[in-house]
């Protein structure tokens, strides 16, 4: 890294990183808490989780479509942050409300579509119900932090992850084990509890953001400008999110026909291999954050040289991460997988995704770098391509056809991850993303 110091670097990276690991180890004892608590906890919060994570991917337009453009204003005046800033909280809420309140009219037939068994179906309603009121909330807190990030605050967007996650967990380990006969329905007390976390931390960074960016009414007011621009950068990105989901949802199908054992070692592969994900995910977002800088000032040379920098240092880390993973797993899996059988099929997994994990890093990371550039829909459409015309009907040939099971379907995609970034560094290289940069106010002659 040039122009900027790496220390700067550092203080954005190192924030978001905690904050990525912290999410990670937080899901997993979040999980482990309510399957101890009673096994149908877990399906109804599975099921209306899943419900809202699509509504949130709806959302995502608006957080990623600023976050490209604050990238650009923080290196413009103060009012053009203000004006940015306020206006995505009002977009964001407006949307919030009006996905919400749909969601909750139609949300029993929803569950109806979903099959959901009659023995908590209605205990299923009544937990979406309450998230589906609180749903601003969460997506306002979620911008919140986003914007902390970008604006060089991702020490305080740390602190609110780590905040709320420990007092979610606090709240339910109270709720489920210490106060259950005082608090009605425990399972329907956690979902409050939830949204009780996720409001303290929107106050705790709105104040942040309200001390340093003093508010006026006008910026409050929706710009159907402005609206649009955030649409039209952040509208792929969602797009790409759903078709992800979707197609990992299918590829789970397929493992499932496989037998229990085999999708017992994949959840477990995967959970594992989280680490080397969450610390890719962790550089591409502050590299996102640093670079947008030297776009902004057009500084193409130095961008270069970083973004290979970047690359390397993507491929060389998530390797390392993942032989140590495979190292560790060796000598204390048995303990972990309680079955020998899975052990040995995870083993196996593992030492696959040495291969994957470096080749997802650095497709995440130069998929970031593009979208800061406002490149945002080449990706999206390589990516939908390479998962439907070559990751769904290969992984069903090779797992099926050939006989390869989980094998077959973690080497096809080590391939189209191949072939993406092989598609979407050739972008990079020829500077075709250039021609987007007008999308960011950012002109190449000035």
Not at 105 to 116: A, E, G, H, T
Not at 197 to 203: D, V
Not at 256 to 269: C, D, M, N, P
Not at 387 to 404: D, E, K, N, Q, R
Request: proline content about 2%.
């Amino acid at each position: 890294m040039t122009s900027v110091s790496k220390s700067r670097f550092q203080k954005i990276y190192v924030p978001i990183l905690i904050e990525q690991l912290f999410m990670m180890l937080m899901g997993q004892a979040d999980v482990i808490m309510l399957s101890a608590y009673d096994t149908k906890a877990i399906a109804v919060s599975g099921i209306s989780t899943q419900i809202l994570t699509l509504l949130t991917f709806v959302i995502t337009i608006v957080h990623v479509g600023v976050s490209i453009r604050l990238v650009h204003q923080k290196e413009r005046d103060m009012t053009a942050i203000k004006s940015e800033l306020y206006h995505s909280l009002t977009l964001n809420l407006v949307l919030s409300a009006f996905l919400g309140i749909t969601a909750l009219i139609c949300y029993r037939w929803i569950l109806m579509l979903m099959q959901v068994s009659q023995d908590i179906f209605e205990l299923t309603y009544q937990f979406g119900v309450i998230l589906l009121l609180g749903f601003a909330i969460t997506t306002a807190q979620m911008l919140v932090s986003t914007i902390l990030r970008i604006l060089y605050m991702a020490n305080i967007a740390a602190k609110i992850t780590v905040g709320i996650n420990i007092i979610n967990i606090i709240l339910s380990c109270c709720i489920l084990f210490v106060f259950t006969d005082y608090v009605g329905n425990p399972i329907l007390a956690v979902a409050v509890a939830t949204l009780m976390s996720r409001l303290l931390g929107l106050l705790y960074g709105g104040y942040y953001l309200i001390k340093k960016y003093k508010p006026q009414a006008k910026f409050l007011k929706l710009n159907m400008f402005m609206t649009k621009k955030v649409i039209l950068l952040g509208l792929p990105g969602a797009g790409e999110q759903i078709s992800y989901n979707f197609a990992q949802t299918i590829t789970t199908a397929f493992i499932a026909v496989l037998g229990t054992e085999v999708l017992a070692a994949k959840s477990l592969t995967v959970a594992i291999s989280n680490v080397s994900f969450c610390v890719a995910m962790a550089y591409s977002l502050a590299s996102q954050i640093y670079l947008g800088k030297l776009i902004a000032r057009r500084k193409f040379n130095v961008l270069h040289r970083s973004v290979y920098k970047g690359l390397a240092i993507n491929v060389l880390r998530s390797a390392v991460i993942m032989v140590s993973v495979v190292g560790v797993f060796y000598s204390l899996g048995r303990y972990i997988s309680g079955d020998d059988s899975v052990y040995h099929l995870t083993l196996s997994y593992l030492m696959l995704f040495i291969a994957l994990e470096p080749i997802r890093a650095i497709n995440n990371f130069i998929v970031d770098i593009l979208n800061v550039a406002g490149d945002v829909r080449y990706p999206v459409c390589v990516n939908v391509i390479t998962t439907w015309c070559l990751l769904i009907p290969l992984s069903y040939l090779t797992a099926f056809v050939l006989g390869w099971g989980y094998i077959g379907i973690i080497l096809i995609n080590i391939f189209e991850e191949g072939v993406r970034f092989i598609l979407i560094i050739r972008r990079w290289d020829k500077g075709h993303w250039k021609m987007k940069l007008a999308q960011i106010g950012v002109h190449l002659h000035v």
